[in-house]
Structure formats: C-alpha cells, structure tokens
C-alpha cells in the first residue's frame, strides 16, 4: 500500500565545508527516500544547512566575511557536495530563507502564547563549537569532551521553555514506542537522560547577534538550536495558509548521529508538544565514524571530502562504499585502504564484470531477454527490502552481493562461452537466467547506485543486448 514518508536529515552548520560524516547520513536518507519513492510512497525528503549561531558567526570573521556572505558561499557546497553526490532532495533548507523566518515567528508566538515560556537570567557555561550550555560536571579538565576547548563564562537575560512541564509526557511517548528511538540502545540511552534530571532550557539569546529576532523581545535573538529544529516544519511550509504542511507533518524519520540526540529526541518533541503538534513517528540515530582510527578533525588533516571520494569512484561507488563499511546504526571506523580494495572487489570484477560478460556473450550468441519473464521475486530480494527498510544497509548490500557472486559463479560453471553453436538452445537458457538475476540486481542496487541501476536496466531491457562501456573501471585501469 503506498503512504506518504517524509524524511529528514540533520540540517548542518555552515562554519564549514561538507565532509563524508555529513555526506554519510545525507546518502543514508537518500536511499531511504528513493527506496519509499521506488515502491510507489509519496516522498518529501529535507535536508538542508543550519546557518545563524555563534559558532558561524565566528567562522565568517575568521573568513573575514559579512555573515550572510559567507553562508551564502559555504551553503552552496553543500549543494554542489549533494548534487556530486547524485542526491534527491525535495527541499533544500536554508535557515537565513524568509520562509523558514516566517515559520519560526509563527512558532515562537504559539509558544508563548501556550505559557511555557519565562524570563530569567542565565549564568554560566556555553560551548560554542557544541553551540550549547554545558555544566561543570560535563567538562574534562576544565574543558569541552568534544571540542577540547575552555567554555565561554555568560551572564544575560534569557527566555526559557518549561521543559520541566513536559518532561513525563515525552518520557512516555518514547517509553511506550509512540514516538520511535532506533535502535533500541539509543532508546536506553534517551531513557538514561531523563533519569540524570532535566532542566529548562534558553530559548534566547541575549549576545548572539546573528539570528532570527526574538518576535516579543527583539533585542534577543531566537536561540541557535530551537531555531534549527524548526526547520523540519519551516521546509514542509509551516505558517503558510496551504494544505502542504498538514499533508506532510508529523515527519516518518528524522536521521541523524547520537551527537545531537538529546535535542531531538526530547528538546523537540517537548517544543512540539508546547505548540499542540504531532510528534515525529521515528528517529534513527546512526553511528559515528572515525577514519583510521582517529576522530576526523581538521587539525589532525584527516578530513575527507565527499567531492574527493566522487571524483575517484563515481557518485554512485561512493554511496556504496560510504554505506557498506560498518552497520548504520553503530560506531565505526572508516579505512581509507579498504575503499580501493572494495571498489575493485565489489564493483569493477564483482558487478562490472558480472553486466559487461553476460551482455557481451549475449550481443555474441545474439540472444535477447524474454521480455514476458517477470522479474525474480523471491526470499531473498524480500530480506534485502526488508532490510533496506529498516535502514540495514550494510546486510542489504552484503546480500546483493551475494546475488552477485552467485550469478558469476553459475556464469562461470556453465562456460557458455564453450558452448558450440549446436548448444544454441542451452547458451540461451544460462544467459537468460543471468540477466534475470542481473534485472533483479539492478532493482534491488538502486536507492544506493540509481545511475548504474538504470544503465543496467536500459541495457537489459529489449530482444537484443549490447556490450557497453565497464560500469566500473578497475582503478588500475582508470
Ligand atoms: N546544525 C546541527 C544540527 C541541527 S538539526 C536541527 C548540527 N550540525 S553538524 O554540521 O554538526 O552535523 C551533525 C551531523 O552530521 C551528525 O548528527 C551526523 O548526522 C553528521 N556527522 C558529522 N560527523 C560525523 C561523523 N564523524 N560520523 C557520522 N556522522 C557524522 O549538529
């Protein structure tokens, strides 16, 4: 039955340029948006830069830029890295758009009209690399875990949110599986927080000078982080007088890393709550990599480029090769050495070679499909669905490949290039059933490599098939 799925990435901050951790969860999303699409769901899928803050303020003085200059430059990169990338969002969002400051006032304005929200003063500590209030007891030698920087000491005026009226509810919705925390160890490690306790959070700043007015206080701008959340429903026009928002609210899945966990999974929802929407109906929490071992980090000179990996493999090899290193949902690490060696296992002598000698004996012994033959279906193309649905991608892609290695292995043992031509009728039947094989690998490989997915289509897809170019070329070849 086909439903509609909204699906969302986190929207990144501008301070820089994109890198594979960006470039991993936005790829996740889109083959989950294009595997709904692909089966017939109605999709919008948003992604999208996070753009005011300290954080990038401070990097476009270090650029020395005007803010709106500088996102402006970093948030095309974005574009261009998604667009390498073969990317099919439905909405770009940026967070200095008019629409998205519209949305943001029409909520704002709930939310204080809803009574949850109070002036005081806050006094204390704010990372701004994390671009949030951090306690005492969070810091390592006087220092933020994460960025390994001293915290800002501040006093100032700020809006607050009662999260404290809303806490039990939200621990509830997550206890009782309505609102969704996958996989279940991130479940408990929410469920952790709560007991931790909880406190209001700013809804305001008094200092940060780039970002949205505070609409009832404008010499407070809109705190960085309940500005960003909104972007989820400020991308599918919230505020707007049309149908588009209640069509595509609540959002099916919210992607992200376990870094920005806590505000979605109870900051949001608690917001939402104050303003009588619906919840999201899912989170995924992916894990978090580090490349060869270490943290990426810009000092360590260990960054990689999503534009690199493109311009080396292709778009669609580095889908693939970003997704099957490590299974989503948990921490890993990404070898730089094992991206060549599985492009050329994987790609260039496992699937290449698979289309380029199957076509190639086909246009030979001029055999064609059967186009009456309907495509495999059987238990295997359903585990791998099934798994791509519930965002097991590295098993899915090991599974596809297993079709692969299987279909080579049945090429090879069947050696039709040994037939003679009074086996005619025998090279037909072997060649036929690969292609089969190879129509049903082309429709499982394509939310993770659309492009190759439909050059394999096209190619198998009439009474005659020809050889073509290599998919994908050895890398010693290139
Ligand atoms: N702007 C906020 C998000 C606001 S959403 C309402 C933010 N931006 S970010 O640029 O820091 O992006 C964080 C996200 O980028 C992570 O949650 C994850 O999706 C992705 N990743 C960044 N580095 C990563 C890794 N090293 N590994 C995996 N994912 C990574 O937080």
């Given at each position: ?11 990144y ?23 709904h ?22 990097s ?26 073969n990317?099919?969002?439905d ?6 758009s ?32 994390c ?15 994460v ?49 931790q306790?909880?406190?209001d ?6 200092k ?15 705190y ?34 376990k870094d ?68 989503f ?20 002598n ?25 495509p ?48 005619k ?21 394509y939310p ?31």
């Amino acid at each position: 039955m086909s439903r509609k799925y909204y699906i969302t990435t986190p929207i990144y901050y501008v301070n820089d340029k994109p890198h594979i951790g960006h470039a991993y969860t936005t790829v996740a999303a889109d083959v989950l948006a294009r595997w709904h699409r692909h089966r017939g769901d109605e999709v919008f899928f948003l992604t999208g830069t996070d753009e005011h803050g300290a954080k990038v303020a401070e990097s476009a003085v270090e650029a020395g830029q005007e803010p709106q200059e500088f996102v402006n430059e970093v948030a095309k990169l974005f574009r261009i890295a998604w667009k390498n990338l073969n990317i099919k969002y439905d909405n770009f969002i940026r967070t200095t758009s008019p629409e998205h400051h519209r949305a943001v006032g029409v909520f704002i304005n709930k939310l204080k009209a809803s009574n949850s929200i109070y002036e005081d003063k806050y006094e204390g500590l704010y990372c701004v690399g994390c671009e949030k209030f951090i306690t005492e007891k969070e810091l390592v030698e006087g220092k933020c875990p994460v960025h390994n920087k001293k915290p800002k000491k501040i006093k100032e005026k700020n809006y607050f949110f009662k999260l404290t009226d809303y806490i039990e509810q939200v621990k509830e919705l997550i206890v009782s599986g309505k609102m969704k925390i996958l996989p279940e160890e991130r479940k408990k490690e929410v469920l952790g927080l709560f007991e931790q306790g909880m406190e209001d959070f700013s809804v305001s700043r008094e200092k940060v000078k780039w970002g949205i007015p505070l609409p009832f206080d404008k010499k407070q701008n809109i705190y960085v982080w309940v500005e960003a959340l909104q972007n989820y429903i400020s991308g599918i026009g919230y505020g707007e007088p049309s149908e588009k928002f209640s069509k595509w609210w609540p959002a099916d899945c919210h992607i992200m890393a376990k870094d920005i966990l806590k505000f979605h999974a109870i900051y949001w929802p608690a917001l939402l709550l104050a303003v009588g929407e619906p919840l999201p109906k899912e989170q995924f929490i992916h894990g978090f990599f580090t490349i060869d071992g270490k943290k990426m980090s810009k000092s360590l000179g260990n960054v990689i480029n999503p534009n690199d990996l493109v311009n080396q493999y292709g778009s669609d090899a580095t889908r693939y090769l970003l997704l099957s290193q490590f299974p989503f949902g948990q921490d890993g690490d990404v070898k730089k050495s094992l991206f060549d060696e599985k492009y050329n296992s994987d790609l260039a002598n496992g699937l290449g070679n698979l289309v380029s000698r199957t076509a190639n004996l086909m246009e030979k012994n001029d055999v064609g499909i059967d186009t009456a033959q309907q495509p495999i279906s059987n238990d295997k193309v359903d585990i791998i669905n099934k798994q791509i649905e519930h965002y097991r991608f590295d098993e899915a892609l090991k599974g596809i490949y297993g079709i692969i290695s299987q279909a080579n292995k049945y090429l090879d043992e069947q050696a039709p290039w040994k037939h003679t031509p009074d086996d005619k009728e025998k090279t037909t039947i072997v060649l036929q059933n690969v292609s089969d094989w190879i129509k049903t690998i082309a429709e499982l490989i394509y939310p993770f490599m659309p492009i190759t997915s439909r050059r394999i289509s096209q190619q198998f897809a009439g009474p005659s098939v020809k050889k073509e170019d290599g998919l994908f070329p050895r890398l010693s070849d290139k």
